[in-house]
C-alpha cells in the first residue's frame, strides 16, 4: 500500500494535496504545524528542507502521523524558503543557512517546541526526522541533547564526521545518488552502542530532494521509492521507541 495519496492530481511544481493537521504559534513568531493523535506512541519534530513549508512537507508529516506519530515541523526558517535561482550557488545557499539557520540561532526555536511537546503535550519519547538541511539540524539536536531518541535523515547536506561523532542516539540514513557516500560516517554511528539500531540504504537512481521539495511524486518510479524510504523511516523509529 502506498504511503503518499496516489488520488490527488500532482505535478513537478504543483499539488492539490490536503494538509491533515492544525497551526500553532510558539514563543510568538515560530508558526508551526502539527498533525497525528495527541495519543500517538511517540512524537516526531519534522525538520523540513531548505524549500520550507511545501506540499511534499506537509504530506511527509502526514505520513508519519498517520502511521503513529504526534508530528510537529516547525518554520524555522520563517516561511523564507531558498529560492530556487538560488540553488547554481551553493556558497551563496549555505551562507544564507549559516546567517538564518545555524543551531545558534535556532536553539531557542528547538528549546520551545520541546517544551510543548514534553509540558503541554505530556510526551517523554520524541524523535527526529530531518531533510537536507533538516538532517543536519537533526544531527545538531542529537549532540546538543540526549533527550532525543533517534532520528531518520532523508538524502541529508552539509554533514561532516564530527555531526556522526557527536550523535548521541541512534540514526536511520538515506542519501540519493547526489550526496556524499556516508560510509565511513556510518561506521562511526554502528560502532556507537545504540549502532544495531542505526541503518543506511543510498538510493542511487533517486536525485537529492525525492523524498521532499524536488520529489516529483507524480511520476511513478520516484513515488515507489520515496515510499519505500518512508517505510524504512517508520520501520527504523518503531524499533527504536521499542528498545528504548
Known amino acids: 500500500m502506498s504511503l503518499i ?24 513568531d515560530l508558526e508551526c504545524y502539527i498533525s497525528g493523535d495527541m495519543e500517538s506512541k511517540a512524537a516526531i519534530i519534522y525538520l523540513y ?4 513549508n511545501h506540499s511534499n512537507a506537509y504530506e511527509g508529516a502526514d505520513i508519519f502521523a498517520r502511521n503513529g506519530y504526534r508530528v510537529i515541523m516547525p518554520d ?26 545555524s543551531y545558534e540561532e535556532l536553539e531557542g526555536d528547538f528549546r520551545a517546541v520541546k517544551e510543548y511537546l514534553v509540558d503541554v503535550e505530556g510526551f517523554d519519547k520524541v524523535l527526529l526526522v530531518g ?6 539540524k537533526a544531527m545538531e539536536l542529537s549532540a546538543h541533547d540526549n533527550f532525543y531518541l533517534g532520528g531518520a535523515l532523508f538524502h541529508p547536506s552539509f554533514l561532516e564526521l564530527e555531526d556522526f561523532e557527536k550523535a548521541q542516539a541512534p540514526m536511520i540514513i538515506q542519501p540519493s545518488m ?19 539500531l542505526c541503518y543506511i540504504q ?8 525525492f523524498t521532499s521539495g524536488r520529489g516529483d511524486w507524480g511520476n511513478p518510479q520516484v513515488r515507489s521509492r520515496a515510499n519505500e524510504a518512508f517505510t524504512n523511516a517508520l520501520r527504523g523509529l518503531d524499533r527504536i521507541i521499542t528498545v528504548e
Open 5 to 28: 495519496d496516489t488520488s490527488i492530481k500532482r505535478s513537478y511544481t504543483e499539488s492539490t494535496y490536503v494538509p491533515l493537521g492544525e497551526k500553532l504559534v510558539l514563543n510568538e
Open 49 to 52: 528542507d531548505i524549500f520550507c
Open 76 to 101: 524555522l526558517l520563517r516561511n523564507h524558503p531558498v529560492r530556487v535561482e538560488m540553488l547554481g550557488d551553493w556558497q551563496r545557499v549555505k551562507s544564507r543557512l549559516e546567517m538564518d539557520g
Open 131 to 136: 531533510f537536507c538541511w533538516g538532517a543536519k
Open 178 to 196: 547526489q550526496d556524499p557516500d556516508f560510509s565511513t560516517e556510518f561506521d562511526v554511528l554502528a560502532s556507537k552502542p545504540f549502532g544495531s
Open 202 to 209: 543510498t538510493y542511487d537512481d533517486m536525485i537529492h530532494g
